[in-house]
């Protein structure tokens, strides 16, 4: 059975209802409806940005057919319901890819659009919002409207971004890359400090793909010393590896609260960055491990428990020395609490087409945490405090607490936003940073 919850399971939703959308028969009537609702795709959200605590889901899994595909320009037409998965299944053997790619191929395309979502190639490719020719939308009052950048402008850039507020979109459009195979060549770099990572992404222009493991709990003068991976597409020896292969390792239940603690991500850390043995190795990989090596593991997100965990993903403006990031990187570590996963890259300046889209030029740290209930929340909003000081934001497809203050300040174009969002149509995310 489907369970409507986000990906760090913090906080819980109770949903009074989910509409299962198959918008090919009929739309649906959704004014009719008594409640609020949400569009919700596959749920790897991390907050609560595709919940709707007391009102409806509309489910979008069944808009998963692949309309068009014209492998000689690589524009690719489908419904809002199909996953990133299907549609590196269907291109990749034909020599295409997707613009852009985060971190899991278990995103639906509404999704992608929705958050606006970027990958290891945003110094080059900007955003996958940059990427979408035009869209269908319906919204609550029975209107469709094809939206792009020239037809419905201003409704098309609120809802690249704009979290499934502005109505449910039924497809889209999506201009493909050209690839010359199904390999990658990567390096991966070791690097012994924050210092030694900003002199390796200087170079990142000359690469496609580019992005850093960080040991958040490394300090003095290993502070942010990490894994640098960058590659480009390149050739595989024989068959395309499936991406629609699910996982073949799986948390089966909740881990104890307390395994993933200080001591437990300190032994990880280090094991990690000394698993690489020599400073730099080059290798020719598959794609899928490249991208998407959570996705190896199924439900891994249980193993922080059942109180669940919160990623806080920011992006800091470029500042000499780069203070503001070395700042959240000292007040994590002093913190008595246990950074993992931590992931550093530089976006580009490839302009981002939604009104809230969250990428902007700076650096990005995305680093997870277990819930531990009001420690946790009090160092978050530290560092909120450090991103807002510095002018940078935080991405609101990983946020579940962010104050409707920071809100307005890391999206200074909300009331711009705001007039496009439906009536009908609410999140507990967006309930949350609209409270005066
Ligand atoms: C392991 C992992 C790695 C990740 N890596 C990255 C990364 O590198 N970069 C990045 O940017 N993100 C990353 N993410 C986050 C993820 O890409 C986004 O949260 C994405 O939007 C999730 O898509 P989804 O289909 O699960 O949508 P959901 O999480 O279900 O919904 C997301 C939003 O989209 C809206 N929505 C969904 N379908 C529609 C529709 N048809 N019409 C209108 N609105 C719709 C929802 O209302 C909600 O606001 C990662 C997540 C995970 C779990």
New binding site residues.
């Given amino acids: 059975m489907r369970t409507y919850q986000?990906?760090g399971r913090y906080p819980r939703a109770s949903h009074t209802g989910v509409l299962p959308i198959v918008w090919r028969t009929e739309p649906p009537p959704l004014d009719r409806l008594d409640r609020s609702i949400?569009?919700?795709?596959?749920?790897?959200?991390?907050g609560d940005?595709?919940l709707n605590d007391g009102g409806l889901l509309l489910d979008?899994k069944a808009?998963d057919r692949l309309i068009a595909f014209d492998a000689g320009n690589g524009l690719l037409r489908c419904e809002?319901?199909v996953t990133l998965a299907a549609i590196l299944a269907l291109t990749v053997p034909k020599g295409w890819f997707l613009p852009v790619v985060?971190?899991?191929r278990?995103?639906?395309v509404?999704?992608?659009?929705?958050?606006d979502?970027?990958?290891k190639n945003h110094h080059r490719a900007g955003t996958f919002g940059a990427h979408v020719v035009r869209l269908e939308l319906l919204r609550s009052s029975g209107d469709r409207l094809v939206c792009s950048p020239e037809e419905n402008a201003e409704l098309f850039h609120a809802t690249v971004g704009g979290?499934?507020l502005t109505?449910?979109?039924l497809w889209a459009e999506i201009r493909l890359n050209r690839i010359p195979g199904a390999g990658i060549a990567l390096e991966r770099i070791r690097f012994g400090s924050l210092d030694e990572f900003f002199t390796l992404t200087e170079s990142d222009q000359q690469y496609e793909y580019t992005v850093a493991w960080v040991d958040c709990l490394a300090r003095g003068r290993r502070l942010g010393r990490g894994i640098f991976m960058r590659g480009d597409h390149a050739g595989w020896p024989g068959a395309p590896p499936s991406p629609l292969v699910e996982a073949r390792l799986r948390v089966p239940c909740d881990a104890p609260a307390g395994l993933i603690n200080r001591a437990t991500m300190r032994a990880f850390n280090e094991l990690y960055y000394r698993r690489q043995v020599r400073g730099r190795t080059r290798s020719l990989v598959p794609y899928t491990p490249f991208f998407f090596p959570?996705d190896t593991v199924a439900d891994w997100s249980r193993l922080y428990g059942a109180a669940g965990f919160l990623q806080y993903q920011c992006v800091v403006p470029e500042q000499p020395g780069s203070a503001g990031m070395r700042e959240i990187f000292e007040r994590m570590t002093r913190s008595g609490e246990a950074p993992s996963l931590a992931v550093l890259k530089r976006f580009g300046d490839v302009p981002s087409p939604g009104l809230l889209s969250f990428p902007r030029p700076g650096l990005t740290l995305a680093v997870d945490f277990a819930f531990r209930g009001q420690r946790t929340l009090a160092l978050l909003e530290d560092l909120d405090r450090v991103v807002r000081d510095a002018g940078g934001a935080v991405?609101p497809?990983?946020d579940a607490r962010m104050s409707p203050e920071s809100f307005r300040r890391f999206f200074p174009q909300w009331e711009r936003f705001a007039v496009h969002v439906d009536p009908k149509f609410s999140?507990s995310f967006w309930r949350r940073v609209q409270r005066s």
């Fill in positions: 986000s990906w949400l569009p919700f795709g596959l749920g790897r959200s991390y940005s595709c979008t808009l809002a319901g985060p971190g899991t278990w995103v639906s509404g999704g992608a659009i929705a958050n979502i970027h990958g979290l499934g109505g449910l979109i959570l991405y497809a990983k999140s």
